[in-house]
């Protein structure tokens, strides 16, 4: 009988680790038939052999070391079959379909063997998974929707660096520090603001002002008010924004759009607490917690002389910045939900088709979350007894789906003359040992452990051989 060789890479630790102290994850984005069912991550050991397939209800189980797959992921789904997929580490992580009958897919094309790449689509049935190479450190086996720490209402994140963040901007909430929150367009720093407000407790109102949008020759009366008289069309006394937030919290969005008189006099206002109204004498004092925004570099602005040095300074007691959605993909499992909830007519009947769902997970979302409400919005208001299809989203993901298609999965490299003999031979004993793995490891003097590797590493499955079973 020919000895097989166990031909397992052997990496050096750092490089079957990837990232120092980083963990490999699968996030549940999103099921196309029931889109507000919670999103789910499933974090990913080096040692683990996962199988997903059809379970009664969805649930991720641990099996142990000494099982054939050490993590199981049930689908409560007919159109998944019982054991459908098979996820393991083999120097990279590769991913096999086990012969299911709907097939397993991998941004949008059937796979029959491949080798997964950062931010790789999977599509199991209705349901689709985001596979994330470096998803940060290790910690819980599963983190469901319900799980996520919300330090700041309204706002969670499966993305480590942006919930430290979330976290220290909740403790910093009940101080005076200011607070000064950086990002593209439509990334939602206006919903860190308000969440800032509702975490500090301040009596006073919130207290937004577009600094871009105030008419240049009124941004000091707007912001500081004015006294009846003070200049022509001033028949009466306004208080002015900064008053108004009195007690409360001050956001400035857009705050590199300040002119510089403005700038000079709301720098006053961060070191006095205190604002003079035009064509006022005497300053009058206020309470104000000050948090400012922008998607501007004001750095720059201050090398150009556009922004003041002393007035950046004091706005940036603590900093921090939001990343875009394409930099955040696995929170459109979080996102989509939220947002159906709040935009879609009927968000409980809302379906999506194969290829709107790719379509939706796959964009870059230029204009960030924004541009993914707006979306959604009108999907939901033209689909509202079908299916979303693609031609319900908007015409920048419809032309992104056409012009870039999601990217094929690499495919696991062929196996040699050597590996395929070495499969062949295990189908055969397995077959004249009715899948007794032990049986097979006894015949060719090896760990059953061994065994198994091999099992997993050619996707065979001794359970179809036990019902070949004989009289």
């Known amino acids: 009988m020919r000895a097989l060789h166990d031909t397992t890479l052997d990496l050096p630790d750092r490089e079957k680790r990837g990232s120092e102290g980083s963990t490999a994850a699968l996030f549940l984005m999103l099921r196309r038939d029931r889109p507000l069912e919670g999103a789910l991550r499933i974090r990913l050991d080096l040692n683990d052999r996962v199988v997903l397939g059809r379970g009664a209800e969805r649930a991720v189980h641990e099996l142990g070391p000494a099982a054939p797959a050490s993590v199981r992921v049930d689908l409560a789904d007919s159109t998944v079959s019982r054991d459908h997929a098979r996820l393991c580490f083999l120097g990279e992580w590769t991913l096999y379909d086990l012969g299911a009958r709907n097939k397993t897919y991998v941004n949008g094309r059937a796979i029959d063997r491949v080798v997964l790449a950062d931010g790789d689509l999977i599509e199991i049935g209705q349901s689709l998974f985001l596979f994330r190479r470096d998803a940060g450190p290790p910690g819980p086996r599963t983190v469901p929707a319900a799980r996520l720490r919300l330090p700041v209402p309204a706002l969670a994140t499966y993305v480590p660096s942006l919930q430290r963040d979330l976290d220290r901007l909740a403790q910093l909430a009940t101080s005076r520090v ?62 002015g924004l900064v008053r108004a937030a009195d007690g409360g919290t001050l956001f400035l969005d857009e705050v590199g759009e300040l002119p510089p008189e403005a700038q000079t006099a709301l720098l006053r206002v961060l070191q006095e607490q205190e604002v003079l109204a035009i064509g006022g004498t005497r300053p009058v004092r206020v309470d104000l917690r000050v948090a400012a925004a922008t998607h501007r570099n004001l750095e720059e602005l201050v090398g150009r002389g556009e922004l003041r040095e002393d007035l950046l300074a004091r706005l940036s007691g603590f900093t921090m910045r939001l990343p875009p959605l394409r930099d955040r993909r696995e929170d459109l499992s979080l996102l989509i939900p939220a947002l159906l909830q709040r935009v879609a007519p009927a968000p409980a009947r809302v379906r999506f088709s194969r ?9 870059g979302w230029p204009q960030n979350v924004r541009e993914l409400e707006r979306c959604l919005a009108a999907a939901t208001a033209l689909a509202v007894d079908r299916p979303i299809e693609v031609d319900d989203l908007s015409e920048a993901v419809r032309s992104a789906a056409r012009a870039e298609p999601a990217p094929a999965a690499t495919p696991a ?6 590996a395929r003999a070495q499969r062949d031979e295990l189908v055969r004993l397995l077959a004249q040992e009715r899948g007794n793995v032990t049986a097979v490891a006894r015949a060719l003097t090896k760990d059953p452990k061994q065994i198994r590797r091999w099992l997993e590493r050619y996707a065979i499955n001794p359970t179809r051989f036990r019902a070949a079973r004989g009289p």
């Open 178 to 239: 200011t607070v000064l929150i950086l990002g593209e367009t439509g990334t939602g720093k206006e919903l860190v603001a308000r969440a800032l407000h509702e975490l500090s407790d301040r009596a006073g109102q919130f207290t937004a002002i577009n600094c871009g949008a105030l008419p240049t020759h009124l941004v000091a009366a707007e912001l500081f008010g004015y006294r009846k008289g003070a200049f022509s069309g001033a028949q009466e006394d306004r208080p």
């Open 355 to 363: 290829v709107a769902a790719l379509a939706l997970l796959s964009h």
């Open 413 to 418: 490299p062929p196996l040699d003359d050597e």
